[in-house]
């Protein structure tokens, strides 16, 4: 398994579509077994998860993430974990624990979902029917 985290100064960076940097961990029978630091290249929101699909993530951490990208993702078969904040390394650590504290809630309130199409409560906004930050 490849867990992917948007990264910056060893925090959870918290806007995936402005991503400099991901951290990618490999896990082999729940342990990290390789930490690498990748460059984006400037790719911008719908092209990071074409990145990460060809990094062969299959997990991203991140913090906020707007509807279109968690489309992509989803798109790309990589399991989204999103709303997280702090330090990178105990989130994965947590992660593997399964004790990763996400907000998959939260994640579409900084982002307007008229441009995406659909309603806020449809599951391919990324709401997943949250009441608040989607009017």
């Known amino acids: 398994m490849r867990i992917a985290v948007t990264f910056e100064n060893g925090n959870i960076f918290q806007h995936f579509g402005h991503t400099e940097?991901?951290?990618l961990y490999d896990v082999s029978d729940g342990q990290i077994t390789k930490e690498r630091i990748?460059?984006?290249n400037g790719s911008g929101h719908g092209a990071l998860a074409g990145f990460l699909k060809n990094m062969e993530a299959d997990v991203l951490i991140c913090g906020g993430i707007g509807g279109g990208a968690q489309t992509a993702l989803k798109e790309a078969?990589?399991?989204l974990y999103g709303g997280?904040?702090?330090e990178a390394d105990p989130a994965v650590l947590d992660f593997l624990a399964g004790n990763l504290s996400y907000h998959p809630d939260t994640v579409c309130s900084h982002h307007a979902?008229?441009?995406h199409g659909g309603q806020c409560g449809e599951e391919?906004?990324?709401c997943h029917g949250n009441k608040e930050g989607c009017k």
Do not use: A, N, S
């Open 21 to 23: 940097q991901f951290k």
């Open 38 to 40: 990748v460059e984006t």
């Open 77 to 79: 078969g990589i399991q």
């Open 84 to 86: 997280v904040t702090g």
């Open 113 to 115: 979902h008229g441009h």
């Open 124 to 126: 391919k906004q990324g």
